[in-house]
């Protein structure tokens, strides 16, 4: 079994065409003092696979699923002005403007 998909609280939902994995959403469920929410670790659909609505379908099997657990939430990072934004938004999700996210990188010049 993969690590990401070894904790209690990660969850995984998958399409399939046959024996290949087409489309995937990957993450794990975070608990807060009030709620819950899933923080998606990976998504993606299989280029051959896009513009199909396969991907919509998987996020709305997945909030379902989620629902049936008491989450309401999902969240997920991706890049400012990537093609997928435009995805996620089509899908429901929102740009938070209030977070900031960082990083620190220490990689020897």
């Given at each position: 079994?993969?690590?990401?998909?070894a904790?209690?609280?990660?969850?995984?939902?998958?399409?399939c065409?046959?024996?290949?994995?087409?489309?995937?959403?990957?993450?794990?469920?975070?608990?807060?003092?009030?709620?819950?929410?899933?923080?998606?670790?990976?998504?993606s659909?299989?280029?051959?696979?896009?513009?199909?609505?396969?991907?919509?379908?998987?996020?709305?099997?997945?909030?379902?699923?989620?629902?049936?657990?008491?989450?309401?939430?999902?969240?997920?990072?991706?890049e400012?002005?990537?093609?997928?934004?435009?995805?996620y938004?089509?899908?429901?999700?929102?740009?938070?403007?209030?977070?900031v996210?960082m990083?620190?990188?220490?990689?020897?010049?």
């Amino acid at each position: 079994m993969p690590v990401m998909m070894a904790s209690r609280m990660s969850r995984g939902y998958v399409i399939c065409d046959g024996d290949t994995i087409v489309s995937m959403c990957i993450g794990r469920i975070m608990t807060y003092l009030d709620f819950k929410e899933l923080f998606i670790d990976e998504f993606s659909v299989h280029p051959a696979y896009q513009k199909q609505g396969l991907g919509g379908k998987l996020l709305s099997f997945a909030k379902e699923a989620l629902q049936n657990e008491g989450v309401f939430d999902m969240v997920l990072n991706t890049e400012r002005g990537y093609p997928a934004v435009q995805f996620y938004e089509k899908n429901g999700f929102k740009t938070l403007e209030k977070i900031v996210m960082m990083y620190c990188t220490f990689r020897r010049t």
